[in-house]
């Protein structure tokens, strides 16, 4: 049973940054696909990015390319979410998901193929 926990989020000015961290219990290394999800009242879960633990390799929305980083710690067995450059419509509930997903699979996942979700963690941008 895969189980996580988020951390890191909270309030900044626009331009600021943050760091958010999953760690991740329970998980065959090298075998899955995590990815940093948000979301807004209203509005669908959106994909913000995505790595595939074997590979490394990762997937951003276009929204947030050249702002945030996603890597990963095998030692730490945690996953983060490096927000630079933060704007007030960044302003959501920021979740962590993780499933045994091909690399091919990985990259571009929707929200519901994922079955390992972290409780979530808010992140406020001000103008």
């Known amino acids: 049973q895969v189980r996580m926990v988020e951390s890191g989020g909270g309030s900044v000015q626009a331009g600021g940054s943050l760091r958010l961290s999953c760690a991740i219990f329970?998980?065959?290394?090298?075998?899955?696909?995590m990815g940093w999800f948000r979301q807004v009242p209203g509005k669908e879960r959106e994909g913000v990015a995505r790595?595939?633990?074997?590979?490394?390799?990762?997937s951003y929305a276009d929204s947030v390319k050249g702002r945030f980083t996603i890597s990963q710690d095998n030692a730490e067995n945690t996953v983060y979410l490096q927000m630079n450059s933060l704007k007030p419509e960044d302003t959501a509930m920021y979740y962590c998901?993780?499933?045994?997903?091909?690399?091919?699979?990985?990259?571009?996942?929707?929200?519901?193929?994922?079955?390992?979700w972290g409780q979530g963690t808010q992140v406020t941008v001000s103008s």
């Open positions: 998901a993780a499933d045994y997903l091909s690399s091919g699979s990985c990259h571009g996942a929707e929200a519901r193929v994922f079955r390992y």
């Open positions: 329970g998980y065959i290394p090298g075998q899955i696909c």
């Open positions: 790595i595939y633990s074997g590979s490394s390799t990762t």
